[in-house]
């Protein structure tokens, strides 16, 4: 221990560094005849401690910074405060002294190899704790179930990846943010409800959960990411809440167990690959402000029969519906002013398609490889090279 100061006329209580710290504990007294002392934190397990003692101070709050700390004879103590990060586990948070107070708890890897050893199928996460950081359990196969304080605030990126094994855990109403990866590849998780605090819903948080049956979802969900629950293959609906924004790339991709969608008026975007190879999904009704269906949307949807689009849509993009073999019929709303390319290519079965006037550009092979559709109604004004959007054999009529 190394004073910046000379020994002051005041009465320490012993300090215990568990870990390793950089930063200063500043002590502040009641009755200050001197200037506060700085005590400089030199390695692991460093003691504070001084032989000095007078009767009539008595230390009224401990600050520390991004460590823990345990104390004995702490009746002069009427106040510590952590305001920073710092590590905490039981052997701390037990402290028979109401006055201590414990702030932004987190919880890292390096602690769950410390402390969690005994039993690797069950872990207890500590009262108090309030973040858990990012591969905290990533990998960690024998785990199988996980308890969570109703004071977790956050759980990190990759916090529970690949826990293969995992089947019984519940998120606690105080959480507020989940961690990218957070739950990917967790293949025995079968349901999960989602706290009412959460607003995002992250990229890959919930991909190749390939048990996972039941999601109960906030209604304040704004935001569903990239690739969110990409192949999880064993949930057949999912509700989207009144507030949702945003849907990610390859948000939905290869879900193959859903059937039916409604996107909620509310949504604005919708990125590439979306719904792609949602096999069994055979409805999907499309409200709101979206402008663009973007390429892939709905692509290899095979038992896709009905579409319901909203007029404000712009755009249908590139390969949006291709190889959507079930689709009979589709109107396109007007507004709309642009096909892509290969937009409803190879829909074996569709016979029926009404196209509006505002359409200006259709793209090349549009309509390629659509044995069923015999004619068409398209406005003069269209852009297209006949020969490559529709197959020899339609009736192209212009209006």
């Not at 500590?126 to 109703?150: G, M, V």
């Not at 939905?252 to 859903?258: A, E, G, T």
């Not at 589709?330 to 029926?352: A, D, R, Y």
């Amino acid at each position: 221990m190394k004073f910046k100061t000379p020994p002051l006329n005041v009465h320490f209580q012993k300090i215990i560094v568990w870990f390793q710290v950089t930063q200063k504990v500043v002590f502040n007294t009641l009755k200050r005849t001197t200037t506060t002392p700085h005590a400089e934190i030199m390695s692991k397990n460093s003691e504070i401690n001084t032989s000095q003692e007078t009767n009539d101070e008595k230390i009224e709050k401990v600050e520390l910074s991004q460590h823990e700390m345990t104390t004995k004879n702490s009746k002069k103590i009427k106040k510590t405060n952590q305001p920073d990060i710092f590590k905490a586990y039981e052997k701390s948070l037990m402290l028979n002294n109401s006055n201590f107070i414990f702030k932004n708890i987190k919880l890292t890897r390096s602690d769950r190899v410390d402390f969690f050893g005994v039993d690797p199928t069950r872990v207890f996460v500590p009262l108090y704790t309030q973040r858990i950081a990012e591969n905290c359990f990533d990998h960690q196969n024998f785990l199988k179930e996980i308890t969570l304080p109703n004071t977790l605030t956050s759980l990190g990126k990759k916090c529970f990846t690949k826990c293969v094994s995992l089947t019984l855990i519940t998120l606690p109403c105080s959480l507020k943010t989940l961690g990218k990866y957070c739950f990917k590849n967790c293949i025995k998780i079968t349901s999960l409800d989602i706290p009412n605090f959460i607003q995002e819903l992250p990229k890959f948080c919930f991909s190749k959960c390939f048990s996972l049956r039941h999601l109960k979802i906030s209604e304040n969900i704004k935001i569903v990411g990239e690739s969110c629950f990409e192949n999880s293959t064993a949930f057949s609906s999912f509700n989207f809440p009144s507030k949702l924004e945003f849907l990610g790339k390859n948000c939905f991709f290869n879900c193959r167990s859903v059937k039916q969608l409604s996107l909620p008026e509310s949504l604005l975007f919708i990125g590439k690959g979306c719904f792609e190879s949602c096999s069994s999904l055979c409805e999907i009704s499309i409200k709101g402000n979206i402008k663009e269906l973007p390429e892939k949307c709905f692509a290899d949807c095979y038992s896709l029969s009905k579409v319901e689009l909203q007029e404000g849509l712009k755009v249908i993009g590139n390969f949006c519906f291709l190889r959507c073999g079930s689709l009979k019929s589709i109107k396109i709303p007007f507004g709309v002013s642009s096909l892509g390319n290969l937009c409803f290519g190879e829909c074996g079965t569709l016979c029926q398609v009404d196209v509006p006037k505002g359409v200006k550009y259709i793209g090349e092979g549009c309509f390629s490889s659509c044995p069923s559709l015999l004619e068409i109604k398209i406005p003069k004004t269209a852009k297209l090279k006949k020969e490559k959007c529709f197959n020899e054999n339609v009736v192209i009529t212009l209006f």
